[in-house]
């Protein structure tokens, strides 16, 4: 009877060293989530420098040709910003496409992973089961492996949902949760899952200290894949972080899984527009 009620936490490998580095770097600078994400995951890698130089959300970016916004756009409710970049990064005027590429950050993340790592981009389709799937296949590597998600945000719960109104996902399937946050296309880290009986609640690691306990959330696995699949907005899709000699694995397993291997245009551009 006690093994119907049980749930149990799964970890990604090396999810405790990002949520150590990203508790530490919070919050990310303007336009930046990408990048921020991609320095926590490569970190957690163990790629701490690149051409002598520590590596931040701001090499990231300069590596994935981001782009900033003369002004913030939205952000979630009590945010005010961050714009003390450490490097020049170049401007744009329209903040509706300002931020970071996925094929940027995923030329980022495999340049400056030095042969070390690789960053495998999958496109969906995306649902309980292929999420699902793809989390279990890089849980059970032994070396570090990361998840970073692009996702529309307003398909997620709000990142304040109550003990009993997890609880009652988890043991009951119950899908009324708080309203969301904000709606804007993001990037997050996915670090771990709570399994359930009637289902799983996903940890994300976020870019904010305003959204969840100091940025990190807990979110039901249909409501990430929807915000993965996002419907009603620029594509989106997931970026996973390995060891390179897991690649083969995860190519293998993804395809077994029916995700399809490729970038996706999430709608950001890679330099300024032409004045």
């Known amino acids: 009877m006690a093994a119907a009620h049980a749930v149990h936490l799964e970890l990604l490998p ?10 530490r770097e919070l919050p990310q600078r303007d336009d930046l989530c990408g990048a921020f994400c991609g320095a926590l995951a490569l970190r957690a890698g163990g790629i701490a420098s690149a051409a002598g130089e520590p590596l931040d959300q701001d090499a990231v970016a300069i590596a994935a040709g981001s782009v900033i916004a003369g002004s913030h756009g939205g952000l979630p409710h009590g945010e005010r910003g961050r714009r003390d970049y450490r490097l020049s990064i170049p401007t744009i005027d329209d903040a509706a496409v300002s931020g970071t590429t996925a094929a940027g950050v995923q030329r980022a993340l495999e340049e400056l992973g030095a042969g070390e790592l690789r960053a495998l981009p999958f496109a969906g389709p995306w649902d309980a089961g292929t999420l699902d799937g ?17 996702v529309a945000t307003h398909h997620l719960w709000g990142s304040h949902a109550s003990v009993t ?21 993001h990037f997050v880290c996915v670090v771990g899952r709570i399994v359930g009986p009637a289902g799983n609640l996903y940890a994300i690691a976020d870019t904010y200290p305003s959204l969840g306990d100091r940025g990190v959330h807990l979110q039901p696995r ?7 699949e996002r419907r009603d907005m620029p594509e989106g899709g997931v970026l996973a972080l390995i060891a390179t000699q897991d690649a083969a694995a995860t190519q293998a397993g993804a395809s077994r899984l029916g995700l399809r291997e490729a970038i996706w245009d999430n709608g950001t551009v890679t330099q300024p527009l032409a004045r």
């Open 14 to 23: 090396g999810a405790r060293e990002l949520l150590a580095l990203h508790d």
């Open 134 to 150: 793809l989390f279990s296949l890089l849980a059970s590597f032994e070396r570090p492996a990361s998840l970073i998600a692009n």
């Open 165 to 185: 109104e997890l609880l009652d996902y988890l043991y009951d399937g119950t899908q009324t949760g708080p309203v969301p946050d904000w709606r804007v296309g």
């Open 222 to 228: 249909e409501r990430l894949a929807a915000a993965l």
